[in-house]
């Protein structure tokens, strides 16, 4: 699954095990993954930035939510349940939006999808919604969509692949994964009890 990440969704997941680590949290929580994403240039940031979110106040916010787990944040820290299910969702998103890479924007959209989770709770401490928050990242997002390496995509790009894709459709199918293919098979692996695998990503991404 962490392949099809992008470097910024990457960092994303090394920001919030700092954030979790120098909090003294005994894991990676929801609450820390909003927090990594307000830190990330980007959609989601320019989102909750517009929305009169601050990571100063987001920060104090996840503190308080996460309480002190008495840990002290150790070297590696586990995802929560409710973290792997959020990781989960967001690629789901990632494949209803048609992209191929899973980034920050659609790591957003997996934290909201919980409307009673630690995101939710977040948005509205802060004086907004989570649908205030979904539909204003997703109009960032049609208005600055991108392609599959990261690159503008132009305004005639066709993602369901026209007739006058066929060529770049063939390459596409052997160089890419099709993530929407998958989803309908039912081959997405999901990330509930796979905490060692976590745990490996984290590690592996933390030597970049």
Known sequence: MFDRFNDDARKVLLNAQESAREMGHGHIGPEHLFHALIMIPG????????LGMTEKE??????????????????QLPFSTLAKRALEMSLREAISLGSGVLTPDHLMLGL??????????????????VDAVRGELLRRISENRIDDEGHPAGRGRVFAGGPGE????KILDQLATNLTNLAKDKKLSPMIGRDKELERVIQILSRR
């Not at 959609?43 to 517009?50: H, K, M």
């Not at 999808?113 to 907004?128: E, F």
Request: avoid cysteine.
């Open 166 to 169: 066929r060529g770049q459709s």
């Open 43 to 50: 959609n989601t940031q320019d989102t909750l930035q517009s």
């Open 58 to 75: 987001v920060k104090i916010i996840v503190d308080q939510i996460a309480g002190s787990s008495g840990m002290g944040g150790g070297n």
């Open 112 to 129: 909201i999808q919980d409307s009673d989770g630690p995101a939710a709770r977040i948005i509205n401490v802060l004086g907004s919604t």
